[in-house]
T-cell receptor
């Protein structure tokens, strides 16, 4: 079946560091990718939607300059958390779909811990 | 607006018990409905889906029927296993926004 690969699975770094998370669709072309944040024992919060070759659309309350999203190809999107602080610690999950009415497939998530 | 409401968890069952996790939705138009499962420390996996009224999605012994008259998409399984322990998310895909809307998730714990 469709596979979305997310890397790294876990990151621990110092406050002020920028962290890049990659999301790849392995066996389909992802015209749209999504980035979510999940707090412990809570549902997924959509952060932004990106279409290949276009600027990402951010949800209300999500800082564009803090969470940089790039979707330069049909198989790769990246999320960069810039100058990360402890409050950015969370579980980040990417998702991708091939077409508008196609199911979304999710990566395994990245556990980000900022010390 | 569009929203999804799931029964609160955790749901604790003994192995081989019958499972029902309730999900109701509010939506305009004709949305697609999904169930996703999240195992500890992992992302979400698509469990099953239904794209129109009266469709029944099924996978790995789980099933759910899209009921437009009751705006529901309840997840059922006849005999749960310990390995089914996970968090289950009901989700709605409205045709007008292109974005999945998730319920709050229901934790299932199956004891041997």
């Amino acid at each position: 079946g469709a596979v979305v690969s997310q890397h790294p699975s876990r990151v621990i770094c110092k406050s002020g560091t920028s962290v890049k998370i990659e999301c790849r669709s392995l066996d389909f072309q992802a015209t749209t990718m999504f980035w979510y944040r999940q707090f412990p024992k809570q549902s997924l919060m959509l952060m932004a939607t990106s279409n290949e070759g276009s600027k990402a659309t951010y949800e209300q309350g999500v800082e564009k300059d803090k969470f940089l999203i790039n979707h330069a190809s049909l198989t790769l999107s990246t999320l960069t958390v810039t100058s990360a602080h402890p409050e950015d610690s969370s579980f980040y999950i990417c998702s991708a779909r091939e077409g508008y009415n196609q199911p979304q497939h999710f990566g395994d998530g990245t556990r980000l811990s900022i010390l | 607006g569009n929203s999804v409401t799931q029964m609160e968890g955790p749901v604790t069952l003994s192995e081989e018990a019958f499972l029902t996790i309730n999900c109701t939705y509010t939506a305009t138009g004709y949305p697609s409905l999904f169930w996703y499962v999240q195992y500890p420390g992992e992302g979400l996996q698509l469990l099953l889906k239904a794209t129109k009224a009266d469709d029944k999605g099924s996978n790995k012994g789980f099933e759910a029927t899209y009921r437009k008259e009751t705006t529901s998409f309840h997840l059922e399984k006849g005999s749960v296993q310990v390995s089914d322990s996970a968090v289950y998310f009901c989700a709605l895909f409205p045709s007008n926004t292109g974005k999945l809307i998730f319920g709050q998730g229901t934790t299932l714990q199956v004891k041997p």
